[in-house]
Every structure is written in structure tokens, then in C-alpha cells.
């Protein structure tokens, strides 16, 4: 398993444009992608409605895994999404 | 009917009689099953929601800008296959597709109704793509306002429309030419319906109560800024509510050109922007060119530090959008607030704001100042712009003359140095003999000065930029820059208030860059008074006690302001 830890930086936090972006990133790759909230339970990543339920805001840190061929690609596209400002 | 209140969302007036838009959305009975056959069915809920994401995303691609990108979020809801996951289980388990919708959504919506805020008031949008799911599967398309005039009956001119809450699906594809107003039950101020209309420039009035009884053709006469909803108001009320208002676009609208004073001096009018994406907003509002252009965008939530070709390509497309304009372009200002991942990570700061930021982590890191000046150089000489380049965060003579001799071994000709620390402004002369410009930054002038952060809601009042002192200090970097001939410009927030920037040209202050919808207020301010006008309101701001008294003081001596409604 491969994994990101990052800080989200944007104003709105994980939500809005944001949010819709990540999600169709990860909704691109053939691997299963998840997404969690600092410790908290992993949710797939290509769901908008997981990941808005997630309520991530600005400054929270989100811990995003991947396993497979092309994980570290996929998750340092991901990473940069989720801590653009 | 009295007049009703609300929560005004976008403002302006508007009049006519109400289109109610009544639709009660379809629930499906619980315990609703399907025939048998689950494969079918799970056919048939995947095809309906599918239909609703495809139905939505064309909506969005007619409209464009926030609207599409509103759309194009609630088709990724009917497309989420967590979603699916959960309406297929339930199909399984004996429910018709209908049902399964309707009961998959309803796990979502619990959630981000707890969640309450931004996320509750997402909520409104993924019920819209439910009941749209469930209208399809029952073959009843849910009806929208009608895009013209025409079907309706009645005097010709647009309508109210009034509704318990609206869907961006709706709403995305009316003009103001249709549509006078908005009003809606429910909603609140980050509702799409706020966000829609403000993109549209239409009036609306959200979280009114009473507004779902109103009767269909009742004239409507909306206040968006006020917030009120006058139904069946008297003509004289109507023609004045719309005189004053329209008095008031037609007086900022008349007033085009570059930025003078009522008796021809000029004052350029700039633009701030953090980005290539902000040009095109700036060029609306009639920016002559770009008085901070921030470059933080390039270098914040990456890994590897962007390259010269990559920052090139980034500033040409802002120069090349004013050919024969001014750009200033403000160097890098990173901080322990905004850490940058391709630099070691900064030693904590107790105190980011007194921090190593701004031109110190710039000299502390000089490979990433270089490689930016470069950049920057390179665009300069493939466009027509007058490229200048700032320094954020200088205490010192000494910090400017640095930045000033990496700027000339650039090849950059014009370098300056934002005004932000008490120190720089006191000293002014002598950052003058090294820097070619300056501009005030009034925020973080006021945040240093009062020493109030920023960041502390409770300090507002500390961040005033009335504030008398922040006024001394304007105009002690005026004059040392006047000492030695070089232009003094104010970025801040400051200059974007029509009084206040009126002021600040009665201190002296050369060019204003202001957020680009502020734009046309101040140069309508500017050309209702004669530079002479501005002095005496200067002086009468700059001997009060108070923000508040030198806010009154000013105004006092600024008689246009209030003609023009400001």
C-alpha cells in the first residue's frame, strides 16, 4: 500500500472545485484509490459524496492510499490537487 | 400581503409580476418493490441516473463559467459510484429502482445535513439530482421556469421567480432579460441559488419566509441588497426603487476611460490579481494594467520549485492582455504561513507574520528569486507590456538596494518595494535612493502598525484602514518618494473604497490597484471630484481621532459620493 499525507490548503478545504477535481482525477485511474480524514475511516476516492462527507477543511491533514501499478504517479497528481491553495 | 424580509444575496432591484415554480418532487412509498426481475431494474436505475448526469452536464456546457462548474459537480453526485453501489444493493433486495434511489441519496444527505454549513447547504443539490433520478423513472420530467417571456401571460417584461428553494439546473439558463428577480423560502447565502444569481447580475432574496405563498402574477418589487419583498407596492414606490437604482449603474457606467480626478488629473487605475484567470475580469471592469500581480500561485502545493519556461509562459499570458499597460508583478512572498513543500521546512514560528517571509525567505533562498527574475526578464522581452517588479515584506534601504541589484542583474529595468512595515514607510527617503516605485500595501501597513494580526477576527477594529496613523504613514512614504522623484501606488484593500481612494490621491498617491469589481465605483468616485477636493478631504481625514470621525470627515468634504450612491 502507498500512501500521501498532506495538509489541504485551499479556502474552501476539500469541498467545490476542489473537490470535483480530485474526485475525477482519481475516477480516471484503474487502481482503488482511497481517502481519509487524518486517522479516520478511508473512504473511496472516487466518490464525491464520500469524500464531501469527509468535511475536509483548510489546514485539516488527509492521508490518501493507492495500491498497483502506477500508485505513486496517481497519488502525487492527488497530492497536489488536495494541497493546492 | 405585507412585505416580506429575507436574506438579501445579490443585490440591486428588480420588479415584476411572480412565476411561482411549484413542484412537488415525487416520493416513492416505502416498501415500493419491483416485479422481479433485479437485473432489469438495476438496468433501469443505472440508466436514469446516468441520463440525469448527461442531462446536467449539457446544461452546464450551454452556459459556461460558475454555472457549468456547478452542474458538472451534481452530475459527478448522479455519477458516484458509491451511490450506485447502494441503489443496486437495495434493488437487490427487493426495491423498486425508485426506492432505491430515493433511499441511497437519503444515507448521503443525512450526512452533510449534520455536517450543517457549506455542507449543508449542498444539500439541496444532490436532492435536485434525486428527485430528477426518480422524475425520470417515473416518465415525468420535472418542469423548470420558462428561458422566455413569451409562454406566459401578462404584461410583457421580465418576471420574479419565486420558488421554495431553486435548482442550479434551473436557474443556470435564464438571463436578466427574463428574469427580474429571485426570491426562494429556503436558501441561504452560499446557496447556488445566491451564487447563480450574482453571476447573472439578477437581484435575489433568499431564506424569505412566507415567499412559497405567494400568489402567481403578484407584482413583486425586490430589494437583493436590502433583502425585502414588496408585493403589489405603488407604482410611485416602484418607479423610485428602479429610478434610484438605475441612477446609480447608469452613473458608475458613464464613467469610462483611464482613472483622473474631475479636473483631469490622472490617477492609473490597476487591477489585483492572482493569476492568468483573473485577467479577464480585470479587463472587464477597464483595468489599464495590473498594480499587484501575486505570484504565489505558481509555487504554493507543489513539490518541485516551477520553472523558468513554466513562470515564462505564466507572465506572458497576463503581459500580452495589456499591450502598452502597466503589470507589476510582486516577487514570490512565502512564509511559515504558506510553507513552500520543495524548501526545507521552516523552523516553527511562534509569530509567522514577524517571521522569515516575504524578501527574507527570498534571501535565504536566492536560486528561486533568480530563477523568478529570469522568468520574468524573458516574458518582458516578448511582450509589450511595461513589466515592473516588487519586493513583499522590506524593512530596510539596505533589503531594497539587494532587490533592486538582482532585479538589474536580471536585465529588469524597474524595480520597487512594497510598503507594508512601519520602518519602510518612516524611512521612505532612503528605500527611495535604491527602489524605482513603491506600493502601499495597506493590510499588512496596518497589521505592523497597530500590531494587530490579521488573522484575529477581534482586531478588526485595530485593521481599520481608516485608521488616522495608517493615513500619516501613506503619507510619509509619499513624500519620500516625491524626494527623489519616484512614483508611491497603493494595493491595498484601502484603495479599493471610493471614498478612501479619493483620500489617498489627496495625500498624493500616484496609481490604485484594487480587486478588479471595485474598479468602477472609485473612477467614478475620482471623476466626480477635482484633485483639489481630494486635498481638503485628506486633510480633514488625516486630523481626525477616530477611523470612524475621518471616515465622516472625508465624506463631508466628498459631496459626489453621495450622487452617485456610494
Redesign the interface.
Known amino acids: 500500500m502507498t500512501q500521501r499525507q498532506v495538509t489541504v490548503e485551499a479556502e474552501v478545504g476539500l469541498h467545490a472545485r476542489p473537490a470535483a477535481t480530485f474526485v475525477q482525477t482519481a475516477a480516471k485511474a484503474p487502481l482503488d484509490i482511497t481517502i481519509a480524514k487524518g486517522s479516520g475511516k478511508p473512504v473511496n476516492a472516487k466518490s464525491i459524496l464520500s469524500v464531501l462527507s469527509l468535511d475536509v477543511r483548510k489546514g485539516d491533514i488527509v492521508v490518501i492510499a493507492a495500491e498497483g501499478d502506477g500508485a505513486d504517479e496517481i497519488l502525487d497528481r492527488l497530492a497536489e490537487i488536495a494541497s493546492a491553495p | 400581503m405585507n412585505e416580506l424580509t429575507g436574506t438579501g444575496v445579490s443585490p440591486g432591484v428588480g420588479f415584476g409580476p411572480a412565476f411561482v415554480l411549484n413542484w412537488e418532487p415525487p416520493v416513492p412509498e416505502p416498501g415500493a418493490g419491483h416485479g422481479g426481475d433485479a437485473e432489469a431494474e438495476r438496468a433501469r436505475a443505472e440508466r436514469a441516473l446516468a441520463d440525469v448526469a448527461a442531462d446536467l452536464e449539457a446544461r452546464g456546457a450551454r452556459v459556461g463559467g460558475e454555472a457549468r462548474?456547478i452542474l458538472?459537480?451534481q452530475a459527478?453526485?448522479a455519477r458516484?459510484?458509491?451511490?450506485a453501489t447502494g441503489v443496486a444493493g437495495l434493488i437487490d433486495a427487493g426495491a423498486s429502482a425508485a426506492r432505491a434511489v430515493y433511499e441511497a441519496f437519503g444515507a448521503?444527505r443525512a450526512?452533510?445535513a449534520g455536517?450543517g454549513g457549506?455542507?449543508g447547504a449542498?444539500v439541496a443539490d444532490?436532492d435536485d439530482v434525486r428527485d430528477r433520478a426518480i422524475a425520470v423513472l417515473d416518465g415525468r420530467p420535472p418542469p423548470g421556469p420558462p428561458a422566455s417571456r413569451d409562454a406566459l401571460d401578462g404584461p410583457p417584461g421580465p418576471y420574479v421567480l419565486v420558488a421554495r428553494d431553486l435548482a442550479p439546473a434551473d436557474t443556470a439558463a435564464l438571463s436578466p432579460d427574463v428574469v427580474a428577480a429571485f426570491v426562494t423560502e429556503e436558501g441561504g447565502p452560499t446557496s447556488h441559488t445566491a451564487i447563480l444569481a450574482r453571476a447573472l447580475g439578477v437581484p435575489a432574496v433568499v431564506a424569505c419566509p412566507g415567499a412559497a405563498s405567494i400568489a402567481a402574477g403578484t407584482p413583486l418589487l425586490v430589494d437583493g441588497a436590502a433583502g425585502t419583498v414588496r408585493p403589489a407596492p405603488p407604482d410611485a414606490d416602484v418607479a423610485a426603487a428602479l429610478g434610484i437604482a438605475a441612477g446609480r449603474e447608469a452613473a458608475l457606467a458613464a464613467v469610462t476611460g483611464p482613472g483622473a480626478t474631475a479636473d483631469g488629473h490622472p490617477v492609473p487605475l490597476l487591477a489585483n490579481i492572482g493569476g492568468p484567470d483573473d485577467v479577464e475580469a480585470a479587463l472587464a471592469h477597464g483595468a489599464e494594467g495590473v498594480g499587484l500581480f501575486r505570484t504565489?500561485?505558481l509555487f504554493?502545493?507543489?513539490?518541485a520549485a516551477p520553472g523558468e519556461r513554466e513562470q515564462e509562459e505564466a507572465y506572458l499570458a497576463v503581459l500580452d492582455a495589456f499591450p502598452g499597460g502597466r503589470v507589476i508583478v510582486r516577487a514570490l512572498d512565502a512564509g511559515a504561513d504558506?510553507p513552500l513543500?520543495f524548501l526545507p521546512p521552516p523552523r516553527p514560528e511562534p509569530n509567522p507574520a514577524l517571521g522569515e517571509r516575504g524578501l527574507r525567505l527570498l534571501r535565504a533562498h536566492p536560486g528561486i528569486l533568480e530563477t523568478q527574475l529570469r522568468a520574468l526578464a524573458r516574458a518582458a522581452a516578448r511582450s509589450r507590456a511595461d513589466l515592473q517588479v516588487m519586493a513583499p515584506m522590506v524593512a530596510t534601504a539596505e533589503e531594497a538596494a539587494w532587490f533592486a541589484a538582482a532585479c538589474r542583474e536580471a536585465g529588469l529595468p524597474s524595480a520597487g518595494v512594497m510598503i507594508e512595515v512601519p520602518s519602510a514607510a518612516v524611512r521612505a527617503a532612503d528605500l527611495a535612493a535604491e527602489a524605482d516605485f513603491f506600493s502601499v500595501g495597506t493590510n499588512d501597513l496596518a497589521q505592523y502598525t497597530l500590531a494587530a494580526d490579521r488573522q484575529v477576527g477581534a482586531l478588526t477594529g485595530l485593521q481599520d484602514p481608516w485608521q488616522p496613523v495608517l493615513l500619516d504613514l501613506v503619507g510619509l512614504a509619499v513624500a519620500g518618494a516625491a524626494e527623489r522623484g519616484r512614483p508611491c501606488g497603493v494595493c491595498g484593500e484601502a484603495a479599493g473604497d471610493p471614498a478612501l481612494a479619493c483620500v489617498l490621491v489627496g495625500i498624493g498617491v500616484t496609481s490604485l490597484s484594487m480587486a478588479a469589481p471595485a474598479l468602477p465605483a472609485v473612477r467614478a468616485a475620482l471623476a466626480r471630484h477635482s484633485r483639489e477636493e481630494c486635498v481638503l478631504a485628506a486633510a480633514a481625514a488625516v486630523t481626525a481621532g477616530s477611523p470612524y470621525e475621518a471616515r465622516a470627515a472625508a465624506r463631508a468634504n466628498l459631496p459626489g459620493l453621495a450622487e452617485l450612491g456610494l
Request: no cysteine.
Open positions: 462548474e458538472n459537480a459527478l453526485m458516484d459510484p458509491g451511490l448521503y450526512m452533510l455536517a457549506y455542507l449542498r444532490l504565489e500561485f504554493l502545493g507543489r513539490s504558506k513543500a
